[in-house]
């Protein structure tokens, strides 16, 4: 790894410092300006407890997350970090950034979002429904998957887990080897609460919104039942 670069983490509350990504090792330049993706399994900054081990797996979640990264910043740059350089070989993607992720400059406390973003809310809500008028539904919906910009904008990132609507269905296993434990957990009860079976191939609309319901808690009161609006 360059000197100029560090892991970059995220200092949650009674947790201490947590990887900021569980699939990818998260990197960012010292000077807060720089973040990177790499996918790789960098085992000194994921400590034994890699998402995804599978090379096939990466890869096709370092697929995704080009694709759709650089079709979602064509169509709607303004809802992304601008995109300095995709290095193909070493698969990582270098972004420009104005400082640490939302999550972070939040203290990692979701009573901390309207200090930050004051209208945080409308933002999400107007770029996830930019998201579906493009055809993408996107799961990986944790508040650590924005950054914000010199003009208070949040820009999205974490394209590995979006979809196209015209693709074939799919089952939640296909996905449990490669969500943290936690979130497995946090889907137990909404999967009995939703008479939703693991084996069973659902629409990506479907999926999306199960994976909101799993994010709950991550967000204030009152913020899901307005993001699953998008969804009627």
């Known amino acids: 790894m360059n000197d100029n670069y560090e892991y970059y983490y995220n200092n949650v509350p009674g947790k201490g410092l947590c990887r900021n990504n569980l699939i990818y090792t998260s990197l960012m330049r010292k000077d807060k300006k720089e973040f990177v993706?790499?996918?790789y399994n960098d085992t000194k900054y994921h400590q034994g407890h890699n998402q995804v081990v599978d090379p096939h797996l990466m890869n096709e979640k370092w697929n995704r997350e080009v694709k759709y990264l650089t079709m979602f910043h064509e169509l709607c740059p303004q809802?992304?970090?601008y995109i300095k350089y995709i290095d193909e070989k070493e698969?990582?993607?270098f972004f420009e950034v104005d400082g640490p992720d939302f999550w972070e400059?939040?203290?990692?406390?979701k009573n901390n979002f309207?200090?930050?973003v004051p209208d945080w809310q409308e933002q999400i809500i107007e770029?996830?429904?930019s998201l579906i008028e493009c055809g993408f539904y996107k799961y990986s919906q944790h508040p650590s998957s924005y950054f914000v910009d010199k003009n208070n904008k949040l820009r999205t990132?974490?394209?590995?887990f979006v979809y196209e609507n015209n693709e074939s269905k799919t089952t939640i296993k296909a996905h449990l080897s490669h969500i943290s434990e936690e979130r497995q957990q946090k889907l137990k009860?909404?999967?009995e609460k939703f008479n939703l079976e693991v084996d069973k191939l659902y629409d990506h609309a479907t999926l999306s919104k199960l994976c909101w319901y799993s994010f709950a808690n991550d967000y204030p009161e009152g913020f899901l039942q307005e993001i699953l609006k998008i969804y009627d």
């Open 37 to 39: 993706q790499w996918y």
């Open 79 to 81: 809802y992304t970090p």
């Open 91 to 93: 698969k990582k993607i």
């Open 105 to 109: 400059l939040a203290g990692c406390d």
């Open 114 to 116: 309207s200090k930050v």
């Open 127 to 129: 770029i996830q429904k």
């Open 157 to 160: 990132f974490n394209f590995f």
């Open 189 to 191: 009860p909404l999967l």
